[in-house]
């Protein structure tokens, strides 16, 4: 079984550019989450898709970042404008079951360096 | 809201001794709870996990961790470390119907040789 796909791995940018992520989440998982790990803190939430519709997106700062799940599969975070603090891996993961959350299965994150 | 607390910023840890790493989670409702590894450069990884019924839980790798409800813990334990266990761990909560997982600040295992 295939595990959780993410893209880059790594990505260097100046603060004010634009940069997006991509997640192809274990095939029938139907829940997807985004989570946003700066260093030396655990994993917080960003976004929480349930198929291709969001179930929580309330730790999101909606005003730079944004996150779809085409078709309810491959999903893309985007950060726009990105600030210094913004410097963090991106990861995503999956669940398969839709109403109890028995095991979320990690791919191996985006490390994003705002400069 | 739930919550997770690890308490131990950094653990070293001689090989082949024991080691404990403290978890502690807050929730007024009933939760699963997890063990997470993260190795350098790499994503999350189970490591075990605590549904229900007996509140010893085991791992493939020798670390075993016990759900105690009184005292809202899920410490995780390991009788004898190797070098290959340093790693981060995360221990993480999420409630037993569509969630998301609240995840600690994280403990840093080194194993000294």
């Known amino acids: 079984e295939a595990g959780v796909a993410q893209s880059p791995r790594y990505k260097i940018i100046e603060k004010r550019q634009s940069v997006a992520f991509w997640c192809n989440p274990i095939?029938?998982?139907?829940?997807l989450y985004w989570y946003q790990q700066i260093l030396g803190q655990g994993p917080k939430l960003l976004i929480q898709?349930?198929?291709?519709?969001?179930?929580?997106d309330s730790q999101l700062p909606k005003d730079r970042f944004s996150a779809e799940r085409l078709k309810g599969v491959d999903s893309t975070l985007k950060i726009q404008p990105a600030k210094l603090e913004d410097s963090a891996v991106y990861l995503c993961?999956?669940?398969?079951?839709?109403?109890?959350?028995?095991?979320?299965?990690f791919g191996q994150g985006t490390r994003l360096t705002v400069v | 809201a739930q919550s997770v607390t690890q308490l131990d910023s950094q653990v070293p840890v001689f090989e082949e001794a024991p080691v404990e790493l403290r978890c502690n989670y807050s929730?007024?409702?009933?939760?699963?709870l997890f063990w997470y590894v993260q190795y350098p450069n790499q994503g999350l990884q189970l490591l075990l996990k605590?549904?229900?019924?007996?509140?010893l839980v085991e791992s493939i790798n020798g670390f075993e961790a016990e759900f105690n409800k009184s005292q809202t813990s899920f410490h995780l334990r390991k009788p004898s470390v190797h070098i290959s266990d340093t790693a981060e761990y995360f221990c993480?909560?999420?409630?037993?119907?569509?969630?998301?997982?609240?995840f600690g600040t994280g403990t840093s295992l080194t194993v000294i040789p």
């Open positions: 993961a999956s669940s398969p079951v839709r109403y109890t959350n028995t095991e979320a299965f």
């Open positions: 095939s029938g998982h139907a829940t």
């Open positions: 898709f349930q198929n291709n519709g969001v179930v929580d």
């Open positions: 929730s007024s409702v009933s939760v699963y």
């Open positions: 605590y549904l229900s019924g007996s509140t």
């Open positions: 993480a909560v999420t409630m037993m119907v569509g969630n998301q997982f609240y």
